[in-house]
């Protein structure tokens, strides 16, 4: 997965050819806008290599055509009205609404009153990481079958996530360093996305799932898992490593160990972060380095974990 340590873009500027040209290359497409008026565009982008997190502003109403975008471009209106257009579906979108720009690789239009949007750009990378297949695998792919949220409750856990991911990993520095921490956080995106929106990755296991969810699928994956516990894995490679389907192996670890393939590598990587702490030197060490070295997102969950299996903070494992 290309991760990388997040850096921040900023761009503000009042002339139409100026702002045109760089949020063409800012979206590697073409961007044609127009408008009546003079006006002021104010583009934040960190970009964390397979997903950025952007706020863009504009003081007038714009009417834009984007091309092609073979990203998942996901926004939510903070301000303002827009009007998006996709393949024939036409959506009105105010304050608080959140909405795919368009399905992965067709182009789309808005009509944007004054106002201000945050958006996340998702490698589709990502994606595959999370549902399996390869990237290009253009059959098995997911489409996307709808560009607003399943329901109102899923709108709000895209806005709580992202939300969230500024502020305990994109706020802090100290995590930008560990490639695990942004690994699970394009992850936790692609999760996210793919509850919220409606698309081809739901469905139940087959017969020969089912025959393969067996006690030697789960050993072949927890094996795998014992070994790169410290790399940037997911359930996808998990399967390919065990030799079955994604719905197979989730499957298997639900029938023999009531878990997920992704909580027991959770589970594991914090057997690896108390070992980590049982050996480390407090003077040279901290909770919060330890936890974000094995992907832990945010330092309070992380102690409430660990807490909650050995007993103690981690905080006087450390210091014993």
């Known amino acids: 997965m290309n991760t990388k340590v997040p850096t921040a873009h900023r761009f503000d500027s009042s002339d139409p ?113 999370v549902t399996g297949g390869t990237a290009d695998d253009r059959a098995g792919a997911t489409r996307f079958t709808g560009l607003t949220p399943i329901s109102p409750g899923l709108a709000r856990l895209w806005r709580h996530t992202t939300s969230y991911l500024n502020h305990v990993v994109l706020g802090n520095p100290s995590a930008h360093r560990q490639p695990l921490v942004l690994a699970n956080a394009a992850r ?34 927890t094996a795998f898992i014992e070994e790169h516990a410290d790399r940037d894995i997911g359930a996808a490679d998990i399967a390919a490593a065990a030799q079955v389907s994604l719905r197979a192996l989730q499957l298997a670890f639900r029938r023999h160990l009531d878990t997920t393939p992704m909580a027991h590598l959770r589970r594991v990587r914090l057997d690896r972060a108390h070992h980590d702490l049982l050996l480390a030197d407090p003077r040279q060490e901290t909770v919060s380095a330890i936890a974000s070295r094995w992907g832990f997102l945010s330092h309070s969950r992380f102690t409430a974990r660990y807490h909650a299996i050995y007993g103690i903070p981690p905080s006087r494992t450390l210091h014993a």
């Not at 793919?194 to 020969?208: E, R, Y």
């Open 17 to 129: 050819d100026t702002i045109s040209a760089f949020l063409t290359g800012a979206y590697g497409t073409e961007l044609i806008m127009r408008s009546t008026e003079r006006y002021r565009l104010r583009h934040h982008r960190i970009d964390a290599g397979a997903f950025w997190l952007e706020t863009v502003e504009q003081t007038t109403r714009l009417d834009i055509d984007v091309g092609p975008i073979e990203a998942l471009m996901i926004g939510q209106v903070v301000s303002g009205r827009v009007d998006r257009s996709c393949a024939g579906v036409n959506d009105r979108l105010g304050p608080g609404d959140v909405f795919l720009a368009a399905a992965p690789g067709l182009p789309f239009s808005m009509h944007w009153r004054p106002g201000k949007l945050v958006g996340c750009v998702l490698d589709r990378s990502v994606l595959t990481k």
């Open 188 to 221: 936790m995106l692609a999760a996210a996305a793919l509850a919220v929106f409606p698309n081809t990755t739901a469905g139940w296991p087959t017969a020969m799932e089912r025959r393969d969810a067996t006690t030697a699928t789960l050993r072949r994956a």
